[in-house]
């Protein structure tokens, strides 16, 4: 698996990916300079009448909730099934799920209509998007329930696994959990990665950046090895920043110095086989 998580890093750093985000407003700065500095190219547009053009250059599309609207939820979905169509990977950031009927609404519609090879999101997140299903399928619901702070997760990412594998089996896709460790799942293998900073959290655009950067391994590996190796040069670069940093604002830029450096072999190190 360590050979995979390198050929992964190398991939990108050759090919440079084109990211094409349709993102929240608030991140857009932060996602496309970590895009960059992952080596990536980075591409923000959501105008429908351009979509079907830009789809055809994009390498990945990253989709994410976070000022989530009507007309953006409608490019959302054409992009999406534009990607499809043409056999391109798509990601699925369901910011703030659980925390209103929209968004774990919105986030499910692109679920089951995109059909996203990869869906990455924080622990609180994934067990909500599993919690609809379950009481939509009238399943069992575990001890354990989402509690959500606006965007931000009170659930451990542990507490989210089981959830994260009932929606990587319902939409055949690769559920990737943030947290202080991330898992990441195709519903019968799970991966661990450790490593990160506690100063990630404190900067706004952290997770969002991760599932860009997804998007860009996403174009060059499969879904699995993809997402992990996304979470662990994110990992790796967050550890390596903290070293530096006195806190959280001068955490972002040692940050994206340590992304655009990372060690291809730390990153790879810092993922294995989970036995939750």
Not at 6 to 22: D, G, K, Q, W
Not at 47 to 61: G, V, Y
Not at 122 to 150: C, F, V, W, Y
């Amino acid at each position: 698996m360590k050979e995979e998580i390198i050929r992964a890093i190398e991939r990108v750093y050759a090919t440079s990916p084109l990211v094409h985000s349709i993102t929240n407003y608030v991140v857009m700065n932060v996602t496309a300079n970590a895009l960059l500095a992952a080596h990536a190219s980075p591409l923000m547009a959501h105008a429908p009448e351009e979509l079907d053009d830009l789809t055809d250059i994009d390498s990945a599309l990253v989709l994410n909730i976070g000022t989530l609207d009507a007309p953006w939820l409608e490019s959302m979905e054409l992009a999406g099934k534009l990607m499809r169509a043409k056999g391109k990977p798509v990601v699925l950031d369901p910011v703030g799920a659980g925390a209103s009927r929209l968004r774990t609404e919105a986030s499910l519609r692109l679920l089951d209509m995109v059909r996203p090879q990869i869906v990455r999101g924080n622990a609180s997140e994934i067990m909500a998007l599993a919690a609809e299903i379950r009481r939509a399928e009238h399943l069992p619901s575990p001890a354990d329930s989402p509690s959500t702070k606006g965007v931000d997760s009170l659930n451990d990412s542990r507490e989210a696994v089981d959830s994260a594998r009932l929606l990587a089996e319902r939409f055949a896709c690769v559920v990737s959990i943030s947290g202080e460790r991330d898992f990441i799942t195709d519903g019968e293998r799970t991966l661990m990665v450790e490593g990160g900073s506690s100063l990630m959290p404190l900067v706004t655009g952290m997770g969002c950046s991760a599932s860009a950067v997804t998007g860009a391994y996403a174009a060059c590996a499969a879904p699995l090895i993809a997402a992990a190796a996304a979470m662990a040069v994110f990992a790796s670069a967050g550890a390596r920043a903290a070293e530096k940093a006195s806190g959280p604002g001068s955490f972002l830029p040692h940050f994206l110095d340590a992304l655009y450096t990372v060690d291809a072999h730390d990153a790879a190190d810092r993922v294995r086989e989970s036995s939750i």
